[in-house]
């Protein structure tokens, strides 16, 4: 894994020679050796038809692409990060969310729709993430960005996770997603203080949750 955490907002990545990292734009913190940094047009290992792809999506966050020997320190608006290995599943992820990852992995975009129906598109609306995010898939490691840290909360066929649109950060493996109300006698006359919006997670794998209900 070429990510070490430094602290709960920085990380070291580690740059060999041939292999080759992507990162946020202004991301770079300081670094050491012989690394170079270039704006990337090919929207990493899934050319340029994922690149259309996630400009049409508005999953177009400006990407550096990271080459070289040496270390590089990154982080971004002294965001909390959360680094995610991945064993080749995919691992889906709202594109400003993105700091780094690794060149090895396949980057594209779903159409949320696909993911829950008119109940995935609607997601987009209330979360203001659009209806597309962004997906890595393959061997590699992502580093997330979030507000106030992120717990990392397994999903099984026995039991759904039920998620505040607002705090979901990201989630991996066999997983469907739909957004369901929860809108009861408190919530309708304006007493209550709970969600009026769950985002239920079924199926197996993991979500990222964030503690807090921030957008970047």
Same mark, same amino acid.
């Given at each position: !894994?070429?990510? &070490?955490?430094?602290?709960?907002?920085?990380?070291?990545?580690?740059?060999?020679?041939? =292999? &080759?990292?992507?990162?946020?734009?202004?991301?770079?913190?300081? #670094?050491?050796?012989?690394?170079?940094?270039?704006?990337?047009? =090919?929207?990493?290992?899934?050319?340029?038809?994922?690149?259309?792809?996630? &400009?049409?999506?508005?999953?177009?966050?400006?990407? !550096?692409?990271?080459?070289?020997?040496?270390? *590089?320190?990154?982080? /971004?608006?002294?965001? /909390?990060?959360? *680094?995610? @290995?991945?064993?080749?599943?995919?691992? #889906?992820?709202?594109?400003?969310?993105?700091?780094?990852?690794?060149?090895?992995?396949?980057?594209?975009?779903?159409?949320?729709?696909?993911?829950?129906?008119?109940?995935? !598109?609607?997601?987009?609306?209330?979360?203001?993430?659009?209806?597309?995010? +962004? +997906?890595?898939?393959? /061997?590699? @490691?992502?580093?997330?960005?979030?507000?106030?840290?992120?717990?990392?909360?397994?999903?099984?066929? =026995? &039991?759904?996770?039920?998620?505040?649109? =607002?705090?979901?950060?990201? /989630?991996?493996?066999?997983?469907?997603?739909?957004?369901?109300?929860?809108?009861?006698?408190?919530?309708? *006359?304006?007493?209550? @203080?709970?969600?009026?919006?769950?985002?239920?997670?079924?199926?197996?794998?993991?979500? #990222?949750?964030?503690?807090?209900?921030?957008?970047?």
């Amino acid at each position: !894994m070429p990510f &070490r955490e430094v602290n709960s907002k920085m990380i070291e990545a580690t740059v060999l020679p041939g =292999q &080759r990292l992507f990162s946020q734009r202004g991301a770079m913190l300081a #670094y050491k050796g012989e690394v170079s940094f270039t704006p990337n047009i =090919q929207g990493g290992q899934g050319g340029v038809m994922s690149m259309l792809g996630r &400009r049409v999506a508005g999953e177009a966050t400006p990407l !550096m692409t990271v080459e070289g020997s040496g270390t *590089v320190l990154f982080g /971004h608006g002294g965001h /909390h990060i959360q *680094v995610i @290995s991945l064993t080749g599943d995919t691992l #889906y992820v709202e594109a400003d969310r993105l700091l780094a990852f690794d060149g090895t992995l396949q980057q594209g975009t779903v159409f949320l729709g696909s993911q829950g129906g008119v109940m995935g !598109m609607v997601r987009g609306q209330v979360t203001g993430q659009g209806l597309f995010t +962004t +997906t890595l898939k393959g /061997h590699g @490691s992502v580093a997330v960005m979030a507000h106030g840290g992120v717990i990392e909360v397994p999903i099984t066929p =026995q &039991r759904p996770v039920h998620v505040d649109p =607002q705090a979901y950060v990201a /989630h991996h493996g066999d997983v469907r997603n739909k957004l369901s109300t929860a809108l009861g006698w408190r919530d309708m *006359v304006g007493r209550g @203080s709970g969600e009026a919006f769950q985002l239920e997670l079924s199926g197996s794998g993991a979500v #990222y949750v964030q503690a807090s209900e921030e957008k970047l």
